[in-house]
């Protein structure tokens, strides 16, 4: 698709930032069909046995009707499924959280969108009541999601939908995921919630002020302000009631229990307890020292949280609940997880987090991907090997650090990287290699 003119650009980003007040027909006119992009036609995709694009789009639509998708809605669809190679290329291109915590937390949980979020909390106060009386998730947490994922509908994406899902669905990364992505926006449009002039988002198909994917859209997206439609690009209800319903029965949340607490944690903690993966009675984390930030003691209680440390025993410190899940299943990013939570926290209520210290040491981006590279050679699944600290990278570094000695926090460091650099040599253990566990 040629890359359209700035004026164009512009156009379509405004018309897109007035969708949540416009009315579903000015909304339609707003986006007339649009035409076939300009760009050559792709080369037949190795995962569809060879089928050119047309072929594939035909058998697609089959299977949309097998699922129980009217021809009506295949028809109104039907202009806006084309082959769009710039969508592919970004995908193939895109990357994922590598800012360290409290850059990207500093910037997306700043104070401003608190305070919006709070504030939505006001406009929205019978709708939040509601989605927390059925659904059992508190305000603060549907709208910090809300604010990270489009400024409460502000930055909803511009680009078509349906023409984004079906060439991510031709293209073989993800083709079956997006296949049925594909499909699911085709029902959301059977059901008459959106037409397909109204499907505008982000590059990678997802839609609405909390950015779902078309098969949650579809499953779980409610009709909060009662008009009979599931709009989740202009009714704020809508929003509300849906980030709920998917909050507690997709992602499993726990009513009444809490999510993510800032702590502080002393420096002869034994860091190999400090991971995710690893649940500690409070009563047993106060044992070991753990305080909140100001002091207090946690309570004396048997509730099991995780010791959360997003850059290591020098960063800032959280205990993560059993709820925290729900926030790594909306997003598998540690970083990005982590600071959803947090601002959570901030909107309900909490103070801001302790800044550290001193400065946190970062390996470079390359360091990072030459671990990982190591790690691997070491026996280790890191996941892809990309230069992204990742949980799996964080779990194979805490194995290393355990293996040298070194406080085993599963941030990685240049001590790290230089005892693995080493070879044979590095992996004598110190004498002392216990105590600094």
Known sequence: MPIPSSAIRTVIATIAALLALSSPASAQSAFPAPARPAAAAPRAASCHNGENFERFLAGLKQQAAAAGVSQRAIAEASPYLVYDQGIVNRDRGQRVFGQIFTEFAGRMAAPYRMQQGQQRIRTYAAAFARAEKEYGVPPAVIAAFWGLESDFGANMGNLPTLRSLVSLAYDCRRSEMFQGETIAALKIIDRGDLSPAEMIGSWAGELGQTQFLPAHYFNYAVDYDGDGRRNLLRSGPDVIGSTANYIATGLKWRRGEPWLEEIHVPQDFPWQQADLTIQLPRSKLSQLGVTYPDGRALPNDTMPASVLLPM??????????????????????????????????????????????????????????????????????????????????????????????????????????????????????????????
């Open 312 to 437: 290591g025993r020098n960063g800032p410190a959280f205990l993560a609940y059993a709820n925290f899940a729900a926030y790594t299943q909306w997003n598998n990013s540690l970083i990005y997880s982590t600071t959803a939570g947090y601002l959570a926290s901030r909107i309900a209520g909490a103070p801001p987090m302790r800044r550290p210290a001193g400065p946190v040491a970062q390996l470079p981006f390359n360091e990072i991907h030459e671990l990982q590279q190591m790690l691997v050679r070491a026996g280790f699944d890191v996941g892809k090997v990309d230069g992204v600290l990742g949980q799996q990278s964080r779990s194979a570094i805490k194995a290393m650090q355990i293996k040298y000695g070194l406080p085993a926090d599963s941030w990685p460091t240049a001590e790290l990287l230089a005892k693995m650099r080493g070879g044979p040599r590095a992996q004598t253990l110190s004498p002392d290699s216990e105590a600094a566990r």
